[in-house]
């Protein structure tokens, strides 16, 4: 019986790839970290260098299972996802053109003996022509095994990731974009007897070069009902690379009934921008009332001219005279 190909899907751990306490990207079965410093435990390369610059340091890789483990390393350029602005990496096979291509593992594949700890070098060259600002990427370590559930054609290749945030020297230019905000109502048809079903969507865009940690708030203006006139939007990003954009959707219950604008403004690092989008947002009922309500006072009127008319007309007729 012929086999079904399986499909490959490489996870790379991307909640390995955000840390926020000093400890390792790690899955539960294997780890990368920074080894630590002399003062501290380190989450994340940090470092910086002047372009032309060479550097090296050391990670650890750590295995906490019962049995070997022979995992790739490689540095991968990172990125925002579509989907919610997560940051992921590139693939072993994908091109790299950043961090990525700059940076190379002393060991590509290492063997690491069950619950043991492995130290690799990791060099960093730096072009010379290299941008100044953020260049973000990871030291990942992946499993070329790739398990499939029984019945299942998706085989899962697992990897994490320990970020390196490299700051190469120069000019530093934060900079934001707010792009394609879009308010999109679904009123009830009886205004003001349900709950609304409405999103705002928006694009966040990095322009400048550092990374950024952006904050959102939308404003209401016009002639609405329902509010409130001003919220602060939950779905950023927590972090923005430079070049990056994410687009944002958030869903609004209770959102306004009316006609106006939305305006969302994004400010990150000391800078804001703002982009806008207007809406008409009137149920079908209470437009058709009002509809029906005008068309009544014309009518209204209308009649009221035509009965006042005959009476004019008679009051200003003159009388005929009686002859002797």
């Not at 320990?162 to 009123?187: K, T």
């Not at 687009?247 to 000391?270: C, K, L, M, R």
């Amino acid at each position: 019986m012929r086999r079904a190909p399986v499909v490959t899907v490489l996870l790379l751990g991307l909640l390995a790839l955000l840390p926020t306490q000093a400890h390792a990207a790690d899955n539960g079965e294997w780890s990368v970290k920074p080894a630590d410093s002399v003062i501290t435990p380190r989450a994340a390369f940090q470092l910086s260098a002047q372009p032309g610059a060479t550097f090296t340091d050391r990670a650890v890789v750590t295995n906490t299972t019962d049995g070997p483990l022979t995992l790739h390393l490689y540095v991968a350029d990172a990125y925002n996802t579509e989907r919610d602005g997560g940051l992921a990496v590139r693939g072993r096979e994908e091109a790299q053109h950043d961090v990525g291509a700059w940076g190379k593992p002393e060991q590509d594949v290492v063997t690491v003996p069950a619950r043991s700890a492995l130290p690799v070098g990791l060099t960093l060259t730096v072009p010379a022509d290299a941008s100044p600002g953020d260049h973000v990427g990871a030291l990942v370590a992946v499993d070329d095994r790739v398990p499939t559930a029984a019945g299942s054609f998706i085989g899962i290749q697992r990897g994490v990731g320990a970020r390196i945030y490299l700051r190469v020297d120069g000019a530093e230019r934060p900079a934001l974009a707010v792009e394609n905000v879009r308010f999109a109502a679904h009123n009830p048809q009886v205004p003001w007897t349900g709950r609304t079903d409405s999103t705002v969507s928006y694009t966040l865009h990095n322009t400048g070069n550092v990374k950024l940690d952006p904050r959102a708030d939308l404003h209401v203006g016009g002639v609405f009902a329902g509010g409130p006139t001003t919220r602060q939007l939950a779905n950023v990003p927590a972090e923005l690379l430079p070049g990056q954009q994410v687009e944002v959707t958030e869903a609004w219950s209770g959102a306004p009934t009316g006609w106006g604008d939305v305006t969302v403004t994004a400010t990150a690092n000391g800078v804001t921008a703002t982009g806008s989008d207007d809406f008409t947002q009137v149920p079908w009922l209470l437009a058709g009332a009002l509809i029906l309500l005008a068309a009544v006072g014309t009518a209204a009127a209308v009649t009221r001219r035509r009965r006042r008319r005959p009476a004019a007309r008679h009051r200003g007729r003159p009388e005929a005279g009686v002859s002797d």
